[in-house]
Antibody, heavy 117, light 107 residues
Framework: EVQLVESGGGLVKPGGSLRLSCAAS????????MNWVRQAPGKGLEWVSS????????YYADSVKGRFTISRDNAKNSLYLQMNSLRAEDTAVYYC??????????WGQGTTVTVSS | EIVMTQSPATLSVSPGERATLSCRAS??????LAWYQQKPGQAPRLLIY???TRATGIPARFSGSGSGTEFTLTISSLQSEDFAVYYC?????????FGQGTKVEIK
């Protein structure tokens, strides 16, 4: 079964840091680009970042550029999102999603990040 | 950045009726348009990609159409499990952008 499981969310103070992880199983992780998408409470979906299969291409939303870093470890079938200088507006459920032909075809269940003092 | 605008914000439909959801792009995205369904407390699920191709396992009552800047998602006969929020997303240009969503509720 194709599966993505996020972890690492939690409560953090403004200005703090957090590292999210996404464990992939059931498919050849190293063959796919991967993405992070977030959803603020009661709001819509916002694409955050994308990384190609070999990490050659990386993209960020302007709202997180310079603060967030996406990475992956193909040997561990894992995707990461290092989040620094967190702000209240970064509060959201963060989903990892597999990218197939630029389409987000498989999503994890999400991990919740709350930025509050 | 391409802005995606969905209408209406909320659609009230009776079970068995047809639902038509619209999505407009601020500039052409060709056919690089996907639709997702999201139920409360769940992750989004891919329904349609390439504007009109159903994803694996998606029932035939879901259909997509359009190209360029105007797109439509049609649910031919609403089932109870179809009441949810639907998002369109363009993947023609970076950054990927989503519409604000259309909530399909029971009338």
């Amino acid at each position: 079964e194709v599966q993505l499981v996020e972890s690492g969310g939690g409560l953090v103070k403004p200005g703090g840091s957090l590292r999210l992880s996404c464990a992939a199983s059931g498919f050849t992780f190293s063959s796919y680009s991967m993405n992070w998408v977030r959803q603020a409470p009661g709001k819509g979906l916002e694409w955050v970042s994308s990384i190609s299969s070999s990490s050659s291409y990386i993209y960020y939303a302007d709202s997180v550029k310079g603060r967030f870093t996406i990475s992956r470890d193909n040997a561990k079938n894992s995707l990461y999102l290092q989040m620094n200088s967190l702000r209240a507006e970064d509060t959201a459920v963060y989903y990892c999603a597999r990218e197939l032909g630029r389409v987000l075809d498989v999503w994890g269940q999400g991990t919740t990040v709350t930025v509050s003092s | 950045e391409i802005v995606m605008t969905q209408s209406p914000a909320t659609l009230s439909v009776s079970p068995g009726e047809r639902a038509t959801l619209s999505c407009r792009a601020s500039q052409s995205v060709s056919s690089n348009l996907a639709w997702y369904q999201q139920k409360p407390g769940q992750a989004p699920r891919l329904l349609i990609y390439g504007a009109s191709t159903r994803a694996t396992g998606i029932p035939a009552r879901f259909s997509g159409s359009g190209s360029g800047t105007e797109f439509t998602l049609t649910i031919s006969s609403l089932q109870s499990e179809d009441f949810a929020v639907y998002y369109c997303q363009q993947y023609n240009n970076w950054p990927f952008t989503f519409g604000q969503g259309t909530k399909v509720e029971i009338k």
